[in-house]
């Protein structure tokens, strides 16, 4: 007996063999007795398998009760954290903005420290030797309109009104007023003029030599006719007046450091009007000064309130993201 | 469902957890029900779901809670209520000893013997139940059946008399 023998036992008991098949077995079960007795043991096996009673289930799958309904929460939370993620960033997208446009002139540093700058920049004024400077250093954003008061002692030129000019390069030497170097004793006034020579000037650079040398003014023609200490740098210079040139100048447009010394008070007699608008009416023009000022202020202090407004604008970005992501988790959730 | 799950897994809570993820497919799969047999589509779902929980415990062995488990044999209706108690329990010790092959099987074949000799379907059926030739469903049921005569015959000292082949 074998596995056939065997299967076709197994489907003749489920009555799954064909009618042929089913002919030749039951032939054979005639004449052989293993197959009988296989047949039967199988059989019995197929009923005591069969006879397993259905069981029961040991609990019920079924649900009887509703299913508890969870009442919606209101999260505040997320929407109250949202709006003041918006609101802060569109506060800082406006601080932000605001910085950029006004290019950091509200923020600029003391005037010290731009003196200093000055002083450390590589072609930075030679001071001459006359010349005695107090630094009384004021904030730009502090100051009134550019006056420069020069104190004089008295003994100032009469009718010294020291026009200050204020021009660029070619400008201040073809423009040079001889009276303007007249020396004199007592104090010296430096004032600051912004609009100045463009770094790329030649004369500059020979006025700078001359300055150097002799601290005359920069000019080319200049070093001979202006026994006047001068400072100068690449981007501007001082011109020290030995005469107290009160000088008013209307600079409003040009927010340059002064320097004065004070150490008496001023002269009806002794004000020299310093206009830095007659003097930029030359070669010079409004972004020559604005570049004279970067050049003068350094490039940090602008770099760093452009870093500032983009910092607060990325602030706003990020802000306004987590305010997004947050008004959409609100949303979302249960 | 349960009965069918307790003779595939021999586990009262595995069984249990079949049949009811069992329900559950079901009721999810319900759009893909296209009429016929109802009770051949539910159990069609059930058997495929004992074959995954075969295969993990095949890779994932565990140890038998059953002797802590009430036996549903226990609670199965009696098949003739005059019987006496020591005929009861021995049909007990019948149930149990075949139960105990059943699982001996493999899954294949305890498959293919489940459905047809326990829950009674013809060998076409089955073969659509499992996706599998009629000739292959004639074979792994001679050999389980085989193998479950095999199996009882070598405890047939522990079986009561009227149940020894």
Known sequence: MNDHDFELLSAYLDDELSNEERAVLEQRLQSEADLRRALETLRATV???????????????????????????????????SLASAAAAVLLFIAGAGILNTGGGTSLPPASSVSHEIAAMPTSAVIAPTATVTNTAVPLATLPPVTSEADNSGEAP?????????????????????????????????????????SENAGLSDSAAASESGGSLAANDAPEKTPTPAVTSPSGFFTQATQPPPATAAATASPAPTQTNTTEPPTQAAQATVQVEEALSGDSNPTDMTDQENALRGKAPENTNAAAGVALLAGGVLLMGIAIGLFIRSRHSP | MF?????????TY????????????AYRKLGTYRGGNFRSWLLRICTN????????????????????????????????????????AERRE???????????????????????????FDYQSIADQLDTALGTV???????????????????????????L
């Open chain 1, 47 to 81: 009923s005591l398998v069969g006879s397993l009673p259905l069981l029961k289930a040991p609990r019920d799958f079924t649900l009887k009760a509703p299913p508890l309904s969870i009442a919606p929460k209101v999260r505040v939370l997320p929407r109250l954290a």
């Open chain 1, 158 to 198: 009469s009718q010294a009104e020291m026009q200050l000019s204020m021009t660029t390069g070619q400008t201040a030497s073809d423009q040079f007023d001889p009276a303007l170097a007249a020396p004199t004793e007592g104090e010296t006034v430096m004032a600051f003029a912004a609009g100045a020579v463009a």
């Open chain 2, 3 to 11: 009965s069918l799950a307790y003779r595939m897994m021999g586990d």
């Open chain 2, 14 to 25: 595995e069984a249990s957890d079949v049949a009811q993820d069992a329900f559950i497919t």
């Open chain 2, 49 to 88: 779901l004992c074959y995954d929980a075969m295969r993990r415990e095949k890779r994932r062995p565990t140890i038998s809670m059953d002797e802590l488990a009430p036996s549903p044999e226990e609670d199965a209706p009696l098949p003739d209520p005059s019987m006496t108690p020591e005929q009861i």
């Open chain 2, 94 to 120: 019948m149930e149990r000893a075949v139960q105990a092959c059943i699982s001996a099987l493999s899954p294949d074949q305890r498959v293919v013997l489940v459905l047809s000799d326990i829950e009674g």
């Open chain 2, 138 to 164: 004639k074979s792994r049921l001679s050999r389980a059946r085989a193998s479950i005569r095999e199996c009882l015959q070598s405890v047939g000292e522990l079986l009561p008399a009227q149940f020894r």
